[in-house]
């Protein structure tokens, strides 16, 4: 167990909606990132916050948004979902006090299935 | 732009042998940190072994060592004494830039190598 959770674990949802994936990163953490994997593009970054600020993007769309709270837990939020956003989305979490100490530590997931 | 190649897609070995998974790497960065991790089939990301792109010895942590030359931009991960739950996904990832506080960016990860333990 990494001690980053997330909810939900499966999802299931149709072409046009809106969810919100939910992160809680590991106790002390400041650093929360947000990964997606998919079958044809594999595993991807997408954003990164620290200490409740947008610190950097990856390959986000602009359908999907983010945001850490002052309790350091992070949403995803994923906007008219089309049938290519289905995926396995991970959070990750990191101490964030210096290159050597900072590995990044995965949640379990959430799996998400748009039909 | 950085890049994570990984060559073997998949991999079957006997158990109790050594395995080596290839990874080679691109980066103009002079600083970066290179990181193996390992999924299972249940699908969770399990964080492996961390080498530093300055670090002077090749990095280990019990079965797991990183075969690391700066030279040839390599950092292959070498299991010892393979065991039947070896059996998973390895990405080799890899994060650069210069690290200025406050986290770091995403990690850049290659396609994955699939390994198969057999008994």
């Known amino acids: 167990d990494s001690g980053v959770t997330q909810t939900p674990k499966h999802l299931i949802t149709a072409t046009g909606q809106r969810v919100t994936l939910r992160c809680s990163p590991r106790s002390g953490d400041l650093s929360v990132y947000w990964y997606q994997q998919s079958l044809d593009q594999g595993l991807q970054f997408l954003i990164q916050?620290?200490?409740?600020?947008?610190?950097a993007k990856g390959n986000i769309l602009e359908r999907f948004s983010a945001q850490q709270f002052p309790d350091l837990h992070s949403e995803l939020n994923l906007s008219s979902l089309e049938l290519g956003d289905s995926a396995l989305y991970f959070c990750?979490?990191?101490?964030?006090?210096?290159?050597?100490?900072?590995?990044?530590?995965f949640g379990p997931g959430t799996r998400l299935t748009v039909l | 732009a950085q890049k994570i190649t990984q060559t073997q897609p998949g991999m079957f070995v006997q158990e109790k042998e050594a395995v080596t998974l290839d990874c080679t790497y691109d980066?103009?960065?002079?600083?970066?940190?290179l990181f193996w991790y390992k999924q299972p089939s249940s699908g969770e990301m399990i964080f492996l072994i961390y080498q530093g792109s300055y670090d002077q010895q090749n990095a280990t942590e019990g079965r797991y060592s990183l075969n690391f030359q700066k030279a040839r931009k390599s950092a292959n991960l070498v299991i010892s004494a393979s065991q039947l739950g070896d059996s998973a996904m390895y990405f080799c990832a890899m994060r650069g830039g210069t690290y200025s506080g406050g986290g770091a960016d995403g990690l850049t990860f290659g396609k994955g190598t699939h390994l198969i333990i057999q008994p």
């Open positions: 990750a979490s990191s101490v964030a006090t210096g290159p050597s100490t900072d590995t990044q530590y």
């Open positions: 980066t103009s960065d002079p600083s970066y940190g």
């Open positions: 916050y620290y200490n409740g600020e947008e610190r």
